[in-house]
């Protein structure tokens, strides 16, 4: 699915740079586009999408031996383990309740930055001023973490990596994305909030090694991040809450073509009069 996505995107981004983002080797993306599809795996592509459907018209009710019950009752000849290899495969299976998944951990040895930005969330030009932050969205495998670097001025995200893990270098991989497409000057102000992921030595070096001033929210207080936390609103209420991902790769995907494809691209945001956080900055070039 991941080599799917990156094939459909080759004209629009990089090849190296998705297979480092969607974290997939460069050379197995190009084995794969040389190889013909076997019939076994055609046939096993076209079952899942059946699998997908049912699974989908259950809203997510259905574990495997219902799903190969109804295949049954439409005719299908198929075995109740390929269907329940192919969904453990794929990652699907009945949704379970939702958990709350806790994203910052402050409770570490790692020195404190004073709260710099001050609600001050105002940026009298583009890479003057970055938020960053972690969020966590559920599919039928587990948690998938996404990190994310907004632009204050344009409210654009210059930065993202997702994982099944928080770890370090989940922020690490959003800043380097940050730094590599935007190449901002000296000065720039980094807010985040306090948690270990942003105090880490690695992370605080990164920010040195590029003349970054860091800042942190106050504790427990995510109004300090506030437009950050207004960015995962917007994604969670208008993309994540009205699908059921069935993997993590689904999910990676499809978040992925949301923010690159809609939301920097498409969706006017208020805080910019009502344009779209790419519009906004070509405006500001042709002025």
């Given amino acids: 699915m991941r080599f799917c996505f990156i094939h459909d995107q080759r004209a629009t981004f990089p090849v190296r740079v998705m ?11 190009y084995a794969w586009r040389g190889r013909p599809e076997s019939m076994r795996t055609a046939a096993n592509r076209q079952l899942i999408e059946e699998i997908r459907r049912v699974y989908g018209d259950s809203r997510g009710r259905y574990g495997s031996p219902r799903v190969h019950a109804a295949l049954r009752a439409e005719g299908r000849q198929i075995g109740r383990n390929r269907v329940a290899r192919l969904m453990h495969h794929h990652g699907i299976c009945a949704r379970q309740k939702r958990r709350f998944c806790r994203t910052t951990d402050s409770s570490h040895d790692f020195p404190l930055a004073p709260n710099l ?21 559920p599919t039928a495998e587990g948690w998938l973490y996404l990190a994310v670097v907004l632009d204050m001025f344009s409210r654009r995200v210059v930065g993202w990596a997702m994982d099944e893990r928080i770890t370090q270098e989940l922020t690490l991989n959003a800043l380097r994305m940050a730094i590599a497409t935007r190449r901002p000057r000296p000065g720039l102000l980094h807010h985040s909030d306090r948690g270990s992921q942003y105090a880490s030595n690695d992370y605080r070096k990164l920010l040195k090694q590029f003349y970054m001033t860091q800042s942190m929210s106050r504790k427990g207080n995510c109004w300090d991040n506030a437009p950050m936390e207004s960015f995962f609103k917007t994604l969670k209420v208008e993309r994540i809450y009205r699908l ?8 990676r995907l ?25 519009d906004f ?6 002025a």
């Fill in 19 to 29: 297979c480092k983002m969607l974290d997939v080797s460069a050379s197995g993306y």
């Fill in 117 to 137: 930005l001050g609600r001050r969330f105002t940026a009298s030009a583009p890479d003057r001023v970055w938020l960053a932050d972690i969020t966590y969205i």
């Fill in 244 to 251: 059921r991902y069935s993997s993590r790769d689904q999910a």
């Fill in 254 to 278: 499809d978040i992925v073509n949301w923010i690159e494809g809609f939301y920097n691209e498409k969706r006017l945001h208020s805080a910019i009069d009502y344009r779209s956080p790419a």
């Fill in 281 to 286: 900055e070509r405006s500001l070039k042709a």
